[in-house]
């Protein structure tokens, strides 16, 4: 078993960042909240179980950016943002004007992720950082009410880390809601409004990044020496306890 | 749409060549002698000999070229085609094994029947492993397997044949031929052709989404398993039916999506007809070289041609596709 009586709820116009250590079960939460694994309990959007919904009324309302997104052809930029209204119907790059509505979204996402001048460019002769920023407009192409991100700065250098959190960030403050899992404490005490400790595929905390990220819950998640420090947070200034070395 | 109206022409172009070229030779003036009617001889040899054959090439070259798309659409991998999954070879024991126990003589709509069973079982096995994120490796070997099995059986269904004279019938029509057709070949094929095609071409959009990777697809509202299932069943349609009626005629599959792919920006959803229009007109050109090459005894298979053309084609694509095989080792 993987996650046990994990009980949690996800608000829109915020930004959750779930953390933990490897094997805690964060990727799984992700894929229980979208219906895509068998699990017992339930997810809910509003007042709909998640599992039983249409998949494509799923797909509009929740969309997900999963870990380690590869590329089978080399499309156009444009063309996989453009995929992301595939659960609207209609809007395809087989027929690009189906939508006059998604064909500003597309744009929308392309100009918040700076890749107005890279659309035309195909997708296989990107950088890491590029792709990435090509697979959140995607996700973003959806438009749902939610966006769940599994680890979408693993292996982004410093800045493109930056640029990410800051697109999600100032996506949240559009009003959607975004669920991110990462590893990075100090960004997510930075960006999110609120946090999710998750250790043994049980949430240890729960709450904003000062609450979450106290000394003994941090010791006790990674089996990490902490250090107390005060970031600038969504909320303003908080302290928290960030890994400074091996236990 | 251009693309589609350019590929169409070729097809129709090669079409009337194919009408044209044969033991006769009809000149344009001939030509229209036996389309009007006003020939009987000349109209004759068209509308019973050559309409049949070449309304086989456009069927089932198309049948193949867009079952090929849809593959490697599916697998998000260029070098998968109904033949690497064993669908033609398994396809044809079927069909001998109906043939050579004398359950079904060769007009028998029993045969397509057969081979849709024999298609449908290799491509859902393959299908089946791949649906585990196997490596296009595994794939690849498993068809080999596959399409060995299928091999050796029909082998061994032509070594039991009591009769010597249909054990050569049958080994002649494994080749791949679309000698001496009939409409009734036409007519036993091309329902379940366009069964196969329409139930491909209706999940075209889904084949796009599915190049993000099965987990993106699903959370974009695609049923990847209703999505497979339905490929399965349009390839073997298809695939099955055709090799009913021509034999066993590979690589089109392979080459024909592979062709203009690059002519649809590599997009899986429009490449399914102009793959399938490639096809035809790759089948009909072969079928026609196959007329233009003078031999001493029996005329050239179309199978034949096809698997001297496509081999080195598809070993090329294999060296294109090594640096990307070896980088991503999921390949």
Known sequence: MLLNKVSCTFQQGELTAIVGPNGAGKSTLLRVLLGLVRHSGEARLGSETVATMNIKERARRISYLPQGQTHAWPLSVEAVVRLGRYPHGGSTPAAPNASESGDAVIDQALERLDLIGLRDRSILTLSGGEQMRVALARALAVDGEFLLADEPLASLDPRYQFQIMEALAADASHGRGIVVVMHDLALAARYAHHMILLAHGKVLRSGTPSEVLTEDAVVEAFAVKVQTVEVDGQNGACSVALPVGVA | MGLNVALGGLTACLAALSLAIGTTWFSPDQFIAAVLGSDERLALILYQIRLPRTLLAILIG??????????????????????????????????????????????????????????????????????????????????????????????????????????????????????????????????????????????????????????????????????RILIILGVALAVGSSVAVAGTIGFIGLVAPH????????????????????????????????????????????????????????????????????????W
């Not at chain 2, 050569?168 to 379940?192: I, K, T």
């Not at chain 2, 490639?278 to 050109?285: F, V």
């Not at chain 2, 053309?309 to 070896?326: D, K, M, N, T, W």
């Open chain 2, 259 to 330: 062709l203009v792919r690059p002519l649809v920006a590599y997009d899986p959803s429009r490449l399914l007809v102009p793959a399938g229009l490639a096809g035809a007109s790759l089948l009909l050109a072969a079928d026609i070289l196959v007329r233009l090459v003078p031999t001493s005894g029996e005329p050239l298979k179309v199978g034949v041609v096809t698997a001297l053309v496509g081999a080195p084609f598809f070993l090329g694509l294999v060296l294109r596709e090594r640096h990307a095989l070896a980088a991503r080792g999921a």
């Open chain 2, 62 to 227: 198309g049948a193949l070229g867009l079952s090929g798309a849809a593959l490697q659409g599916l697998v998000r991998n260029p070098l998968a085609s109904p033949s690497l999954f064993g669908a033609p070879s398994a396809a044809a024991l079927c069909a001998v094994i109906l043939i050579s126990t004398g359950a079904a003589g060769a007009l028998s709509f029993m045969l397509p029947i057969a081979g849709i069973t024999g298609a449908l079982l290799s491509v859902g096995v393959l299908l089946a492993i791949a649906g585990k994120d196997a490596p296009i490796v595994v794939l690849l070997l498993a068809g080999v397997v596959l399409s060995s099995f299928a091999a050796a059986g029909t082998s061994l269904a032509i070594n039991l044949s009591s009769n010597p004279f249909a054990a050569l019938e049958v080994a002649f029509w494994l080749l791949g031929s679309l000698e001496d057709r009939s409409f009734q070949h036409v007519w036993m094929a091309a329902p379940f052709i366009v069964v196969g095609v329409l139930l491909m071409s209706f999940q075209a959009r889904a084949l796009s989404v599915m190049s993000l990777g099965e987990e993106t697809a699903k959370s974009l509202g695609v049923d990847v398993v209703r999505l």
